[in-house]
């Protein structure tokens, strides 16, 4: 186009020089508007040619684009939980996100305001009516119920009033509401977990990617609901404050069941700051009284000072330790085995051989089983024991337990340590395949050794738990009287036993608060009947521990994985 | 004015063209397909997901007992561990010894 445009220019040069001047002069004008038409045509098309160009480009564009930005992916509401759900180690569901709704009051869009206080205390006749005044009155937008039920959203739905705004709101549900109080915990109205597993695990929670996977826990709902059930039952038995019950793997350190009564119901959102909901396993600060013995006897035995059959002589009835006078419950022989010490319980006798150890190997046995620093679990609620001061008389009465306060989960996971086969295993609550890290605290003999004596407390006739003798589990513990650190007329009895279930080893902690005895109770004792008349660790908290035995035992049995429930048949005999 | 070679390449643009907004408008109406489907797919989720919420609830165990109560006057005991098998091979083994007692005991009687 524009070569030709400048041949024509060319020629019309030409032309002057041919002296065309009269053809020139009078094309002249007819010439410059073709010129004109021509430039006109050029620019034009030009245009065009500029519109089809961003067009096309336009279009190429478009056909390249990603199919996600052209889908309609954000113009329906898709419900996706904000928390990830948590189950336990059968795929139960624990906890679990869903719909609801808050309603709120848009004040300038009510009509009537004393018809709507009118209305709504018709229908809720629980409702302060002086602040739904003055909110009306002075609030332009303000929450007047959260968390509605399928019910109450129905109700004031249908008062259809314009100035009633439902907003949409995830929030936590729990199936279970009591069961797991203690240990799932809660989360806020932002869904931000405030307490529990809910607020340990938080950032799991609420990780996007993760979010169709449940978090998997080692708990198991129906040995929790057993434990539980039982544990209620022993506090109405023996009148007790409350009770905690602490069920672990002693080989991989998995906590199954971990109870703490009273408990809450989750699912109501009410303050509660008294002493007595506090998690009496992993946040509760107890002197655990005898228990203690088994670690004084394992050292003196790990450190070959000692062995099970080794005669103590000269055990004096009491022993005066700088203002304290350490005597024993009962009166026992002058002579007795360090089995025999054990197996009844003799603070005068296990007094004798903490001396026989020294303070500075028992103070590192007592650092290594992590007995006196911070308990360690995946929750909030952690206990920390009072400091240790190895003052005068200290190893004397720590021996025993007296004067060394610890959670139940330390004691818990300290014995683990003493019966499977001497490895210190870190507690978890989190279901995974990763292997265990695992410390070596005592030797295996050493281990076996305690093993043998701990199942002769409940087999033997002088035994102190000879009420958890279940017959298949070959049960074996050691029970601990002591008072509470702060109120010595308190009892805190506790008893912490080790069963085998289908060739795996279980540790049961059963702990109850101040209980009293229990008159109208018929033991079993010794192939006797006989009514409650001590108020000892061993009438008590070992009873409830061999009840739960029974219950939970079969069920540990059949959750093995190798076993399918089609084997499981009831025996002819 | 126009050359032949322009004139095919135009034609061929302008079929191109013609066939990208054919396929994009039969994308669109696959989109809307699938967006119905996703929009399907999303409320059953959500029904699944609150039908599992209530299935853990009427499943609990706590909820179980308190129906059993109400609807049985059948008392449940637990079975003790002595009264179960764990394996098909612990029961057979049990058969076989029984058997032999029997047959033991059989011959004895008719001894005497």
């Not at chain 1, 041919?18 to 098309?45: A, G, M, W």
């Not at chain 1, 609420?206 to 209620?232: F, G, R, S, Y």
């Not at chain 1, 903490?354 to 650092?367: P, V």
């Not at chain 1, 605290?441 to 000879?466: C, F, P, Q, W, Y």
Request: net charge positive; proline share 2%.
């Amino acid at each position: 186009m524009i070569k030709k445009k400048q041949k024509s220019r060319i020629f019309n040069q030409n032309q002057q020089s041919f002296y065309f001047k009269d053809f020139y002069s009078s094309s002249e004008s007819h010439k410059s508007k073709l010129n004109i038409i021509e430039d006109r045509i050029f620019i034009l098309f030009s245009v065009f040619v500029f519109l089809i160009l961003i067009f096309a480009i336009k279009v190429f564009l478009i056909s390249i684009e990603q199919p996600k930005k052209l889908s309609y992916h954000q113009t329906y509401s898709e419900f996706a939980p904000i928390r990830r759900d948590i189950v336990d180690r059968n795929g139960n569901l624990i906890s679990s996100s869903i719909q609801m709704y808050n309603a709120a009051i848009r004040s300038n869009l009510v009509k009537d305001k004393k018809k709507l206080i009118l209305k709504l205390q018709l229908q809720f006749p629980k409702i302060n009516t002086e602040i739904l005044s003055n909110n009306l009155n002075n609030k332009k937008y303000f929450y007047f119920k959260k968390r509605l039920t399928n019910k109450e959203y129905k109700k004031l739905w249908l008062m259809g009033e314009k100035g009633i705004v439902f907003e949409p709101v995830q929030n936590r549900i729990y199936p279970h509401s009591n069961l797991f109080s203690h240990l799932i915990g809660q989360t806020d109205d932002d869904n931000y977990g405030i307490s529990g597993i809910e607020y340990f695990f938080d950032k799991e929670l609420i990780k996007a990617e993760l979010n169709d996977i449940p978090l998997t826990l080692t708990v198991d709902l129906n040995i929790q609901h057993v434990i539980n059930k039982e544990l209620k039952k022993s506090i109405n038995t023996f009148n007790a404050n409350g009770a905690g019950a602490l069920l672990m793997d002693a080989d991989n350190g998995e906590v199954i069941s971990l109870v703490s009564l009273p408990d809450f119901d989750l699912n109501k959102r009410e303050k509660i700051n008294a002493d007595e909901f506090t998690n009496k396993i992993t946040k509760g600060i107890f002197e655990l009284g005898s228990i203690f013995k088994t670690f004084t006897v394992a050292l003196a035995l790990d450190e070959n000072i000692v062995t099970p059959s080794t005669i103590i002589k000269n055990i004096p009835n009491t022993v005066k330790c700088s203002r304290h006078e350490i005597s024993d419950m009962k009166k026992f022989p002058n002579e007795m085995s360090v089995e025999e010490i054990l197996i009844k319980s003799s603070n005068v006798g296990t007094l004798k051989i903490a001396r026989m150890i020294g303070q500075n190997k028992f103070e590192s046995f007592i650092e290594k089983l992590n007995l006196n620093s911070r308990a360690d679990l995946e929750l909030g609620e952690l206990g920390t024991p009072h400091s240790l001061k190895w003052n005068k008389c200290k190893l004397e009465t720590v021996s025993y337990g007296h004067g060394i306060t610890t959670t139940p989960l330390q004691a818990a996971t300290a014995y683990a340590a003493m019966v499977n086969g001497g490895y210190y295993v870190k507690p978890t609550l989190k279901k995974d395949t990763l292997l265990k890290k695992k410390t070596r605290v005592i030797k295996e003999s050493t281990s076996k050794s305690i093993n043998s004596i701990l199942r002769k407390v409940v087999t033997h006739k002088d035994g102190t738990a000879r009420l958890a003798n279940i017959f298949g589990y070959e049960v074996s513990g050691k029970t601990g009287t002591s008072q509470y650190y702060s109120n010595k007329n308190k009892n805190i009895n506790t008893f912490i036993s080790y069963f085998v279930s289908n060739e795996k080893k279980y540790i049961l902690l059963i702990m109850l608060d101040d209980p009293k005895i229990a008159r109208d109770l018929i033991y079993d004792y010794n192939g006797f009947k006989i009514k409650g008349f001590r108020n000892e660790a061993g009438w008590n908290v070992v009873y409830v521990a061999g009840k739960v035995i029974e219950r939970i035992g079969p069920i540990l049995a059949i959750n093995k994985n190798n076993s399918t429930n089609i084997n499981v048949v009831k025996k002819f005999n | 004015m126009f050359n032949k070679k322009i004139c095919v390449s135009g034609l061929i643009f302008l079929i191109l063209l013609i066939f990208t907004s054919f396929i994009k408008n039969e994308t669109r109406l696959l989109e809307k397909k699938i967006y119905n489907l996703n929009h399907k797919i999303s409320k059953l989720r959500h029904e699944l997901h609150d039908a599992k919420v209530e299935y853990s609830y009427l499943s609990s165990p706590k909820y179980l007992f308190n129906k059993l109560s109400e609807f049985s006057s059948e008392k449940y005991v637990p079975r003790s561990f002595s009264e179960i098998y764990l394996s098909l091979s612990e029961l057979l083994e049990h058969q076989y010894q029984k058997t032999k007692i029997n047959v033991y005991h059989d011959k004895e009687k008719t001894k005497k």
